[in-house]
């Protein structure tokens, strides 16, 4: 990996992850009550998930599975693009801004146990989710165009198991 100014490109990626989860915090602990009264529907949805089906999770799982292969989809056209060193950065800072904008409004509504929401809310697909936006950003930085079939083959399967562990594991 090349080292730039401020470091490797991965060490960048952190840093802006870091940054933006920051920011998110203290955007959080900015807002009104009611507009995290707004943002805290995640109640809601696993009330209503844990009384779902098997054919209605398998039509979330097929949906799921449809938005997620179209994100990297995106990813992957973005990352074959001169500016995909640049994007990946961006997304690496929106990331971080969601996540910390999550952590605080779950930590807000319920104290100390809204980190143990967050973490049911992420866990376990953010694991292979997170593994594909890093392959990536990776793949982007060198040139997504030169990774090989069974890299692809591997992102795929790694996004199948995720949307499956959201969709199945995580209500």
Do not use: H
Request: proline residues 1%; glycine residues 14%.
């Amino acid at each position: 990996m090349k080292k730039g100014r401020w470091g490797s490109f991965t060490d960048m990626l952190f840093l802006l992850f870091a940054a933006g989860s920051i920011v998110g915090c203290v955007t959080a602990n900015l807002l009104s009550g009611e507009l995290l009264k707004q943002i805290g529907y995640f109640d809601s949805i696993y009330q209503w998930g844990q009384s779902m089906g098997m054919e209605e999770r398998g039509q979330l799982w097929r949906y799921t599975l449809k938005r997620r292969f179209g994100e990297i989809g995106v990813g992957a056209l973005v990352g074959m693009t001169p500016l995909a060193k640049w994007a990946f950065y961006g997304l690496s800072a929106i990331f971080g801004f969601n996540s910390g904008l999550i952590i605080s409004t779950f930590t807000l509504e319920s104290g100390w146990m809204g980190l143990f929401l967050f973490l049911r809310s992420v866990l376990p697909q953010w694991i292979f989710y997170g593994l594909s936006w890093i392959i990536l950003a990776v793949g982007g930085e060198n040139g997504l165009e030169k990774i090989k079939i069974r890299v692809w083959l591997f992102l795929i399967f790694v996004i199948i198991i995720g949307t499956f562990m959201e969709t199945f594991l995580n209500f």
